[in-house]
C-alpha cells in the first residue's frame, strides 16, 4: 500500500549510539539510559544487515545481554562490520562473552547462575572507570549463567568478583570494552557514571539528543519530506497521534488533514473532546466521521470477543478508506503515530524489515490505487519521549497522561453483545468513576482504571420494588509494562462513594463490584 519512508532513522548528522540486541530483556533500557544522556541511540538485532549498521554511521557500540549460550554452536556472533567501523564497543554480558570468545578467549557455563547483587574489585585504572580509584568496589547487578574463564590473548583484566574472576576487561590497543555486571539498571548504583564515561569520554559523542533540537529538526525533515503536498493522519487522540498531529500541524498546517472516527465505543464526551481541542482551540484541519450506526449495525448479534475485536478493527478500516478515498487526488502521505516500541517489539520483525502498520489503529487496507507513502515521525521516539515532546508542543496534561485506551474501546469492556443502551451506561459509570479518582487524587496513583458493563441482572430493591438489573465492574490496577499487573488497593471509603454513586444515578445498574485479580492470571481488560 505504501513506500517505506524512513523520516528519522538514517540520521548521519547526529551523534549516535548503536544498541545491538542479543535478545536481552535490557536491552531497551540500555537504549534509554544513552538518551538520557541526551545522546541519540538505536536498537538493531544482532543479525542487521551491513548497510543497515553503516548507514548509521555510529560513534560507538553496545553488545547487549542475551539468553542464549556462547558455548553452543549456532548462538549468536558480534558481525565483522562492527570491528571494521573502528568505532568503540562495549559488550554487556552476552556481549562481553561473545566478546571474548571472538577474540580467542574462553567462557565457562556455570552450575549455579549468578542471579542479583554482587560487588566488584576494581583491579587496576580504566577510562571506563573513570572516577572510581583501583582498589575500590562497586555494587553492581548480575544475571548469568556463562562467564569469561579465560582472558583473550589482547585483553587486560579491570575487575573481578568473589565468584567470577573476570567481571571487566579491556582490550590493550583499541577502544574494546566489556562488561559481566548490568550498567543499565538501576540496582548496579552508579552503573550511569560507567555508561557515561563510554559515551562521552570513549565515544567522544556530543550531547545533542535534546527535545528542543528534536522538535525543530523533525519539523524541517517533515517540511523537506511533504513540500507543500497533504498529509492524511488517522487521529485516535491517544498520546501517539496527537503528538504527530501537532508536529504535523507546526510543520505543514493546513495540508494535514485528520480523520477522527467515533466509533461509538468511546469514553464518555470523548469526541467532543477531540473536537474541541484540535478543532476549535488549535485550529487543526480535523474531519469528525460520526460512525456510531456503522459500528452498531455490524456489532448486532455478536458476542465472541475476538469477533467483536475483528468486526470493529474491519469497520474502522472502511470507515477510514472511504474518507481516504474521496481525498485520493489530494493526498501524497499518510502520517501514522508509530513510536519505537511498536517498532522494536521484536527483533525479528525488524531484521526482516517489517513495516508494521499501528494494529491498534488497524489502518491497514487502503485502496491500492492510492500511492501514499508513510510519515512517521515519532518512530525513533520511547513513550516518555514522545510525552515530553507533547508536553513542550502544548498538548494538555490531561491528555498527556491519560490512561491507555484500547482500540476497541468499551466493545471488549462491555461483555457480549454490544448496544447504544449499554454503551450509554457504561460511559456513565465509566465517567464517574474517573472523576472521583481524580478528585480523591487517585487517577496518577493508578496505571489503568475503568468500569466494564457486565450483562448478568442482578436484584435491587428501589423504594418498594424490587428490581433487575445489569451490574458495573470497577478495574483498576497498578503495573509497569501492562504485561503483568496488580488491583490498585482503592480505599474502602473511597469505593463506597463510587459505588453509590453509580447505582443511585444509574438506573440500569443494580449492583457495583469490585475487581480485585491480578494479571496473570486474569487479564486487564475483562475481554
Ligand atoms: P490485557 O487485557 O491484555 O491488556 O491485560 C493489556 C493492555 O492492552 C490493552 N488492550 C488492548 N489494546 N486493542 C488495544 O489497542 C485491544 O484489543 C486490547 N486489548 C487489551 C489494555 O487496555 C491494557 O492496557
Given at each position: 500500500?505504501?513506500?517505506?519512508n ?10 549516535t549510539?548503536?544498541?545491538l ?8 533500557l ?7 544522556l541526551n545522546?541519540?541511540s538505536?536498537i538493531?538485532p544482532?543479525d542487521?544487515s551491513t548497510e ?6 555510529p560513534?560507538?557500540?553496545i553488545l ?6 556462547v558455548?553452543?554452536s549456532?548462538t549468536p556472533?558480534?558481525p565483522e562490520?562492527?570491528?571494521e567501523?573502528?568505532?568503540?564497543v562495549?559488550?554487556?554480558c552476552?556481549g ?5 570468545e571472538?577474540?580467542g578467549?574462553?567462557?565457562s ?7 542479583g547483587h554482587?560487588?566488584?574489585l576494581?583491579?587496576?585504572?580504566s577510562?571506563?572507570?573513570?572516577g572510581f580509584s583501583s582498589g575500590?568496589s562497586?555494587?553492581v547487578w548480575?544475571s548469568?549463567g ?6 583473550p ?10 565468584s567470577?574472576?573476570?567481571?571487566a ?10 562488561l559481566?555486571?548490568?550498567?543499565e539498571?538501576t ?6 557514571t560507567v555508561?557515561?564515561?563510554?559515551t562521552?569520554?570513549i565515544c567522544?559523542?556530543a550531547a545533542q539528543?535534546?527535545m528542543e533540537n528534536l522538535?525543530e529538526q523533525r ?5 523537506e519530506?511533504?513540500?507543500?503536498q497533504?498529509?492524511l ?7 501517539d ?5 501537532m508536529?504535523l500541524?507546526q510543520?505543514i498546517?493546513?495540508?494535514l488533514?485528520?480523520?477522527?472516527v467515533?466509533n461509538?465505543l ?5 469526541a467532543?473532546?477531540?473536537e474541541?481541542?484540535f478543532?476549535d482551540k ?8 460520526d460512525?456510531k450506526?456503522?459500528f452498531?449495525r ?6 465472541d470477543p475476538e ?8 469497520t474502522f478500516?472502511?470507515i477510514f478508506?472511504?474518507?481516504?478515498a ?19 517489539e ?7 524489515e517489517?513495516r508494521v502498520i499501528k494494529?491498534?489503529?488497524n489502518?491497514?487496507?487502503?485502496p491500492?490505487?492510492?500511492k501514499?507513502e ?5 518512530r525513533d521516539?520511547?513513550?516518555?519521549e514522545?510525552?515530553?515532546m507533547g508536553?513542550e508542543?502544548g498538548l494538555?496534561l ?6 491507555p485506551?484500547?482500540g476497541?474501546?468499551l466493545?471488549v469492556r462491555?461483555?457480549?453483545e454490544?448496544?447504544q443502551?449499554?454503551?450509554?451506561i457504561?460511559?456513565?459509570a465509566d ?7 481524580i ?16 450483562p448478568?441482572?442482578?436484584?435491587g ?6 428490581r433487575y438489573?445489569d451490574v458495573i465492574?470497577?478495574r ?5 509494562d ?5 488491583w490498585a488497593?482503592l480505599p474502602?471509603?473511597?469505593?463506597a462513594?463510587?459505588?453509590n454513586?453509580?447505582?443511585n444515578?444509574?438506573?440500569?445498574v443494580?449492583?457495583v ?5 491480578s ?5 486487564i481488560e475483562w475481554e
Amino acid at each position: 500500500m505504501s513506500n517505506s519512508n524512513n523520516l528519522s532513522l538514517d540520521k548521519k548528522n547526529i551523534d549516535t549510539i548503536l544498541v545491538l540486541d542479543f535478545g536481552s530483556q535490557y536491552t531497551q533500557l540500555i537504549a534509554r539510559r544513552i538518551r538520557d544522556l541526551n545522546v541519540f541511540s538505536v536498537i538493531l538485532p544482532w543479525d542487521v544487515s551491513t548497510e543497515k549498521i553503516k548507514s548509521l554511521n555510529p560513534k560507538g557500540v553496545i553488545l547487549s545481554g542475551g539468553p542464549e549460550s556462547v558455548t553452543e554452536s549456532n548462538t549468536p556472533r558480534i558481525p565483522e562490520i562492527i570491528f571494521e567501523l573502528d568505532v568503540p564497543v562495549l559488550g554487556i554480558c552476552y556481549g562481553m562473552q561473545t566478546l571474548a570468545e571472538q577474540f580467542g578467549g574462553q567462557v565457562s557455563s556455570s552450575k549455579n547462575k549468578e542471579f542479583g547483587h554482587a560487588q566488584i574489585l576494581l583491579k587496576k585504572s580504566s577510562l571506563l572507570f573513570d572516577g572510581f580509584s583501583s582498589g575500590s568496589s562497586i555494587d553492581v547487578w548480575m544475571s548469568h549463567g556463562d562467564h569469561v574463564s579465560t582472558l583473550p590473548d589482547q585483553f587486560s583484566l579491570i575487575a573481578s568478583t568473589a565468584s567470577a574472576p573476570i567481571v571487566a576487561m579491556e582490550h590493550l590497543q583499541k577502544p574494546i570494552f566489556a562488561l559481566q555486571f548490568h550498567p543499565e539498571v538501576t540496582h548496579t548504583k552508579q552503573g550511569n557514571t560507567v555508561l557515561e564515561n563510554f559515551t562521552f569520554k570513549i565515544c567522544m559523542c556530543a550531547a545533542q539528543w535534546k527535545m528542543e533540537n528534536l522538535i525543530e529538526q523533525r519539523i524541517n525533515e517533515i517540511k523537506e519530506t511533504v513540500g507543500d503536498q497533504k498529509v492524511l493522519l488517522g487521529l485516535s487522540g491517544g498520546v501517539d497521534s496527537s503528538v504527530t498531529a501537532m508536529l504535523l500541524d507546526q510543520a505543514i498546517g493546513k495540508n494535514l488533514i485528520c480523520v477522527f472516527v467515533d466509533n461509538g465505543l468511546l469514553r464518555k464526551n470523548e469526541a467532543e473532546d477531540v473536537e474541541n481541542l484540535f478543532k476549535d482551540k488549535m485550529d487543526l484541519n480535523l474531519l469528525v466521521v460520526d460512525a456510531k450506526k456503522a459500528f452498531y449495525r455490524h456489532l448486532k448479534g455478536i458476542s465472541d470477543p475476538e469477533q467483536k475485536r475483528k468486526i470493529i478493527g474491519r469497520t474502522f478500516i472502511d470507515i477510514f478508506d472511504n474518507e481516504a478515498a474521496k481525498l485520493k487526488d489530494e493526498i501524497n502521505f499518510l502520517a501514522q503515530g508509530t513510536i519505537y516500541p511498536d517498532v522494536i517489539e521484536s527483533s525479528e520483525s525488524e531484521s526482516k524489515e517489517a513495516r508494521v502498520i499501528k494494529s491498534h489503529h488497524n489502518v491497514g487496507g487502503l485502496p491500492d490505487d492510492m500511492k501514499m507513502e508513510l510519515v512517521e515521525p515519532l518512530r525513533d521516539l520511547f513513550k516518555d519521549e514522545v510525552r515530553t515532546m507533547g508536553s513542550e508542543l502544548g498538548l494538555p496534561l490531561e491528555m498527556l497522561n491519560r490512561h491507555p485506551f484500547p482500540g476497541p474501546g468499551l466493545g471488549v469492556r462491555i461483555l457480549g453483545e454490544i448496544s447504544q443502551e449499554k454503551v450509554l451506561i457504561l460511559q456513565n459509570a465509566d465517567a464517574i468513576f474517573i472523576e472521583e479518582l481524580i478528585k480523591a487524587g487517585l487517577y496518577d496513583h493508578v496505571s489503568q482504571a475503568f468500569c466494564a458493563f457486565l450483562p448478568i441482572k442482578s436484584v435491587g430493591v428501589v423504594g418498594d420494588e424490587r428490581r433487575y438489573a445489569d451490574v458495573i465492574a470497577i478495574r483498576a490496577v497498578e503495573t509497569v509494562d501492562f504485561m503483568t499487573a496488580t488491583w490498585a488497593r482503592l480505599p474502602y471509603d473511597f469505593l463506597a462513594h463510587v459505588s453509590n454513586r453509580i447505582v443511585n444515578e444509574l438506573e440500569g445498574v443494580s449492583r457495583v463490584v469490585y475487581d480485585i485479580s491480578s494479571k496473570p492470571p486474569a487479564t486487564i481488560e475483562w475481554e
